[in-house]
């Protein structure tokens, strides 16, 4: 039998017939008639431990067949009962472990789903620039090439080089915060000097356009970190230019109150669709308005970088009617 390679068992069984054998001598002592109680009883003890522990082992070996069934992938398989002792319990932390460990395969499972499709995603995101690149190279090889020509192809070239390292530079920073590498600071920042260094960098786009703009509420002051947030508002405001016809108008105020920090960026744009709206903060959607140049990564890093710092975005918008992003930076409660 299984149960007899099992040494504790061995072990006990022998104490139990000394014990037997020594309670049998004693009532042989006294009389034939108590010596051969004891023996009877001694033999039903006995029985009685075998059996019982026989039908551990079937349990434990139910147990067993359960676990192996379940890690070749059975993660539906019921092993709960409703009968009270320790093997019960047991079998109902296994069956709780085993739902914690179905649903993480299953997060796994649409994890690399997810990854397989943004690899898909970065894949045409970087192809597209590369041919075109590659096609203008083999023009440029051509020494009959008008100069016109020759420097138009040549800044062409320069700008799909300017827009693979942004590409690249976001998609960076996306893995960095998926990954959870980026620790956001908690720092006393001036809204004039966050608006200051995100607007910057789209002076030139917003001239080209003949965009304006405004600003309110300078002399706030927020709880947040600094390069990251006007990393988030950069997104923001671009998205916002890529979408403004010339001569357009962007209006940006922010507003404080005890429960969290607001930042508000308005335009008289276009609006975007209500099939659009849902969806404009998931990576790699682009509208039915994006322009060519679109990767649709940068409101998606927006909102990673505010959830990162336990804030949240929101949008408003009419076709017609222009955009509203509201963020908001929640403050801790004490």
Wanted: hydrophobic share 40%; glycine share 6%; with cysteine.
């Amino acid at each position: 039998m299984t149960l007899l390679r099992n040494r504790e068992v061995k072990r006990f069984a022998a104490a139990i017939f000394a014990l037997s054998a020594a309670l049998a001598v004693t009532g042989f002592l006294f009389s034939r008639e108590a010596g051969i109680l004891v023996l009877i009883a001694a033999l039903l003890l006995c029985l009685s431990f075998f059996a019982f522990t026989a039908y551990r082992y079937r349990q434990i070996r139910r147990l067993s067949d359960y676990l192996r069934r379940i890690c070749a992938g059975e993660h539906s398989l019921e092993v709960r009962d409703n009968v009270e002792g320790e093997l019960s319990i047991l079998k109902n932390e296994i069956y709780k472990v085993t739902l914690m460990l179905s649903e993480y395969n299953n997060q796994l499972q649409r994890e690399k789903q997810r990854l397989s499709e943004h690899m898909a995603d970065i894949s045409h995101q970087l192809k597209t620039p590369l041919t075109s690149m590659m096609v203008m190279v083999d023009l440029l090889a051509d020494e009959g090439l008008p100069p016109e020509k020759r420097r138009e192809f040549t800044a062409r070239i320069s700008s799909q080089l300017k827009r693979m390292e942004w590409l690249v530079s976001s998609l960076l920073k996306m893995a960095r915060l998926d990954a959870g590498e980026v620790k956001m600071k908690q720092e006393r920042v001036m809204f004039r000097t966050l608006m200051e260094n995100a607007l910057k960098p789209l002076l030139i786009p917003m001239e080209l356009k003949s965009i304006s703009y405004t600003v309110t509420g300078q002399d706030e002051t927020l709880i947040c970190d600094l390069q990251w947030t006007g990393e988030a508002i950069i997104n923001i405001l671009k998205n916002s230019i890529e979408h403004l016809p010339e001569h357009g108008e962007i209006e940006i105020s922010a507003q404080d109150n005890p429960l969290y920090f607001e930042i508000r960026i308005s335009d008289n744009g276009p609006g975007i669709s209500r099939e659009d709206l849902p969806h404009i903060f998931n990576r790699f959607y682009r509208g039915r308005n994006a322009s060519p140049d679109s990767a649709g990564i940068g409101l998606a890093m927006a909102r990673s970088i505010i959830q990162e710092q336990s804030g949240d975005i929101a949008v408003e918008s009419r076709p017609g009617q222009g955009t509203t992003f509201f963020i908001r930076l929640y403050k801790s409660v004490i």
